[in-house]
């Protein structure tokens, strides 16, 4: 199944691609303060895809904090937070934000608060190669946009 998720706005947007049914997606609401404050509800599939689009390149914010270890993508116009990516050795992965959906999914599960305090920068990035979604599509794209190198 392929679903379609963009931020407001339209600038940024994303195909996430997964044989999970929603109704068995993990959804997970980090406690971090940047995600407690966008109201993140995130998933991801490792057996799935996901391939970011531009529509106005310009307006791609990527936001880093805490370990600095993944990019967050907002759209400068809208403000909405679609995805955060990582790029390791292994490839470059993802997580989508339902929130971004189009059209907006009703039947998911509610959201597991998650807090990955704690974590050292090896053990978060073996945890995200793992469980995040490995990102796919056109590399230029990805390298102007949407990777974090």
Known sequence: MNYHGRCHC???SFDYRTELA???WSIRADQCSFCRAHGARMTS???GFVEFHREEPSL???YRFGQRTADFLVCAGCGVYIAATI???KGSFAV???NALVPYLEALPAPQPVSYDGESIEQRTRRREARW???TGNQANAREGFRVN
Do not use: K, M, N, W
């Open 10 to 12: 339209g600038a940024l």
């Open 22 to 24: 929603p109704q068995d």
């Open 45 to 47: 599939d490792p057996h």
């Open 60 to 62: 791609l914010r990527r």
């Open 87 to 89: 790029e390791t050795a």
């Open 96 to 98: 989508v934000s339902v």
């Open 133 to 135: 979604t490995p990102v």
